[in-house]
């Protein structure tokens, strides 16, 4: 009977990097601290596949996607193997494959589903892959979003759905080295680190949703107040990026951007946030952001637009400013005012800092998380109320490092 082993959960996340990847591991090992055995299927050559041969993590992982694809008897094979009590598919782009993943996965198994939609409609989703992803939504027994918003707005959307959606807080990703501790981040926040000029971070997959064209065209008039601005932009792109560099090249800014156009591997992640002044979300479309809750592991602050669930992270004017879309002059004015006063913009990230170590708690997530599994399985005891978040269990400032060995490797 459930009651006599711990709950089992299949987590199911094929790209193998990405901020989706890192996230889906830290929940892992959140759930596996929970008490849930966890099975990770995940791709061969996944950005911690080396590091997991080295030292293995606490949850067991099966290594059997690649680019997306999987011998369907050998993933079916492992999933009868491990007969999870419940499949969890973390949703983000290719929504057809994912779609076909959860039924094939639920046919074998005959466990109940749980979808993480990390984007309520993929970015740029065709009508098909549109259509895929309300299928996908409507086959699952619960839906977790990262926000009230974004609940309000996928019920909006799916109607049928409503009942089954669960609000569980995003967390941040993990890295092969974690953040700084808290201590650091507090010290850093009050007394400010070494010298460094004012710097912008905007980092992440470059796609057309993450208004890039806004943050170039505010740039002038940031550097007009603040003449040592340094801009870095770090991340994959997935559009043209030659306008953007005319763009910046006309407006003379180009020779303050430094570009790092290309994955950016998690071992470097953690330098990039920790030479930044402030982060910049210039979105003009977005659910909720990994990278919101990285800057907050680095005790950053955060200037971001009103959209999706990100006002519900950033507190305007308490650990960061919040600016409309697609406003290049009130960019402008909020990148200004913060990097101007560097006092200021340590004491945001100090506050930044302090939320997600609570609202981004990994203990906390895992008991929500477990909590809407025990709505589809009752025989699954609740556990009591976290207490007062363990930073070193946390991993300092919310991001978790790579643990020692405790549960065997599934290899195929």
């Known amino acids: 009977m459930r009651s006599e082993r711990a709950l089992r959960v299949a987590l199911l996340e094929p790209a193998g990097r990405g901020g989706i990847h890192q996230y889906s591991r830290a929940l892992a090992g959140a759930l596996v601290r929970a008490g849930v055995d966890v099975l990770f299927v995940t791709a061969r050559d996944g950005e911690f596949a080396a590091a997991d041969r080295e030292a293995p993590p606490a949850f067991r992982v099966a290594p059997l996607f690649e680019r997306w694809r999987s011998s369907p008897r050998a993933l079916l094979s492992a999933l009868r193997r491990f007969r999870p009590d419940v499949l969890h598919l973390q949703a983000g782009t290719h929504p057809l494959l994912h779609l076909g993943l959860l039924l094939a ?36 027994d619960r839906i977790v979003v990262h926000g009230v918003a974004l609940e309000r707005e996928l019920a909006a959307r799916v109607p049928s759905v409503a009942a089954r959606i669960r609000v569980v807080p995003h967390g941040a990703a993990q890295l092969l080295a974690p953040a700084p501790e808290r201590d650091d981040v507090e010290r850093d926040a009050v007394h400010g680190a070494s010298p460094r000029p004012p710097t912008l971070l905007f980092f992440g997959y470059l796609h057309e949703e993450k208004g890039l064209p806004d943050l170039i065209d505010a740039l002038p008039q940031v550097a007009a107040r603040v003449p040592a601005l340094r801009v870095v932009i770090a991340g994959e792109p ?62 950053r602050p955060l200037v971001a637009t009103r959209v999706g669930s990100l006002p519900e992270v950033v507190q305007d004017g308490v650990s960061g400013l919040l600016v409309p879309p697609e406003d290049p002059q009130a960019l402008a004015a909020a990148l200004s005012e913060l990097l101007s006063d560097p006092a200021r913009a340590r004491k945001m990230g100090g506050a930044h800092a302090r939320f997600c170590r609570t609202e981004g708690s990994w203990a906390s997530i895992a008991q929500r998380t477990r909590a809407l599994y025990g709505e589809l399985l009752p025989a699954v005891p609740a556990l009591p109320a976290v207490p007062a978040v363990k930073e070193k269990e946390e991993g300092g400032a919310g991001a978790t490092s790579v643990v020692a060995a405790r549960e065997r490797v599934v290899r195929s």
Do not use: C, M, W
Not at 265 to 286: D, I, N, Q, S
């Open 105 to 140: 996965a639920r046919a074998a198994t005959r466990a109940r589903t749980v979808v993480t939609a990390h984007d309520l409609v993929p970015k740029n989703a065709t009508r098909l892959g549109a259509l895929a992803a309300r299928l996908l939504q409507r086959a699952a």
């Open 238 to 299: 997935e559009l043209d990026v030659a306008p953007l560099q005319s763009r910046a090249r006309a407006l003379g800014v180009a020779d303050r951007i430094e570009r790092r156009l290309s994955y950016v591997e998690a071992g470097e992640v953690g330098a990039l946030f920790t030479a930044a002044t402030a982060v910049v979300l210039p979105y003009r479309k977005a659910s909720q952001s990994g990278v919101a809750f990285l800057a907050g592991a680095y005790g």
